[in-house]
């Protein structure tokens, strides 16, 4: 009965903000959707060569998910307050405590951006385009192209925040550190699971480049926990 009645306080919480929250993802895509152009070229040079398109539409809806993710990047802070607020009133948390989840969860958030961008999407691009050859050339589409990279830097993100997420389901008495200390190798499981599906093309080199860092950041939280003397 108390869990049924903190998800309701939840998506009460929830409900207050998600209109507005629609709106204002709509205003940014449009507005960021007139830089796409300028964007995707600065992401093409970064990762991949020419890009190329089959159908008429294709460049339009490419240019229109780049503008999406930009949007949902840009107002990823206003997003992560509402799911916090949301989140933490039905556990009374609120304050200071609220605002270090918030603030940590953006950082967290920008740094696995970041870090897939700048390290990973490199890597693992050079990596999968070095099988090919005089006789197999690689011919990119443009609409593959921004669902790859944008499904997996939002990815990277999400899972990036994982160890704040550990703190808080141990803080309010959800789990335990010993409850995460026993369940490593579910764990493990469940986070080649969750690297088979994020991923946007589910083979073993994509897989270990998120479910690595993932697994890393699973034990960064146990060790997060152990600092803070949260049991």
């Avoid at 933490?88 to 200071?96: E, Q, R």
């Avoid at 006789?135 to 990279?149: D, Y």
């Amino acid at each position: 009965m108390e869990r049924h009645t903190k998800l309701i306080i939840f998506l009460k919480e929830l409900r207050k903000s998600i209109r507005m929250l629609a709106v204002a993802i709509a205003v940014t895509t449009t507005g960021v959707f007139f830089l796409a152009p300028r964007l995707l070229t600065m992401v093409q040079n970064h990762l991949a060569d020419t890009l190329y398109f089959f159908s008429v539409a294709g460049p339009f809806l490419a240019h229109v998910k780049l503008a999406l993710f930009c949007s949902l990047f840009f107002l990823m802070p206003w997003l992560m307050t509402v799911l916090w607020k949301s989140i933490g009133k039905p556990f009374g948390v609120k304050g200071g405590q609220l605002f270090v989840f918030i603030f940590f969860t953006c950082l967290l958030f920008y740094c696995g951006t970041l870090f897939c961008y700048f390290v990973t999407l490199p890597f693992g691009i050079k990596f999968l385009l070095g099988f090919g050859s005089e006789e197999l050339r690689p011919v990119i589409s443009i609409g593959r192209f921004v669902n790859f990279t944008t499904v997996f830097i939002l990815a990277f993100g999400i899972i990036f925040e994982l160890p704040i997420f550990m703190v808080f389901l141990a803080k309010v008495g959800v789990c335990t550190r010993a409850f995460y200390e026993r369940s490593r190798r579910y764990a493990l499981l469940l986070i080649a699971i969750m690297a088979a599906v994020l991923t946007p093309t589910p083979d073993i080199v994509n897989m270990s480049l998120m479910g690595g860092p993932l697994y890393l950041l699973y034990e960064a939280g146990i060790v997060i926990l152990m600092i803070m003397r949260i049991k």
